[in-house]
């Protein structure tokens, strides 16, 4: 098992900056693929981005590719969102998860859910 602890949102202006953290407890943090998840008032969770195991391959949902960027620091147990550019648009609690297995892009197929954290984007 793993447990997930999101930190890093907060309140932005549109085109600014913010880097989520995602704090894993657990010694097989590395065995994880890991993904961030958002959801908006009223609308589906939505994937964001995600990051194989060993941090070689990463994989973004439309909507913010070119703008976010996901990595992971193993010997830390923590996952990372750098999100640049934001957009009104962008605002949601932002999720991230685990899975024993390759990424996947439907919420349906992680198993292991942070708290989450509100990123808010004012225009």
């Known amino acids: 098992q793993v447990q997930l602890v999101e930190s890093g949102g907060g309140l932005v202006q549109a085109g600014g900056s913010l880097r989520l953290s995602c704090a894993a407890s657990?010694?097989?943090?590395?065995?994880?693929?890991m993904g961030w998840f958002r959801q908006a008032p009223g609308k589906e969770r939505e994937f964001v981005a995600g990051?194989?195991?060993?941090?070689?391959?990463?994989y973004y949902g439309d909507s913010v590719k070119g703008r976010f960027t996901i990595s992971r620091d193993n010997a830390k147990n923590t996952v990372y969102l750098q999100m640049n550019s934001l957009k009104p648009e962008d605002t949601a609690v932002y999720y991230c998860a685990a899975r024993l297995s390759t990424v996947g892009t439907s919420h349906r197929e992680y198993a292991y859910w942070g708290q989450g954290t509100q990123v808010t984007v004012s225009s």
């Open positions: 990051i194989t195991w060993s941090g070689s391959d990463t």
């Open positions: 657990g010694r097989t943090f590395s065995s994880y693929a």
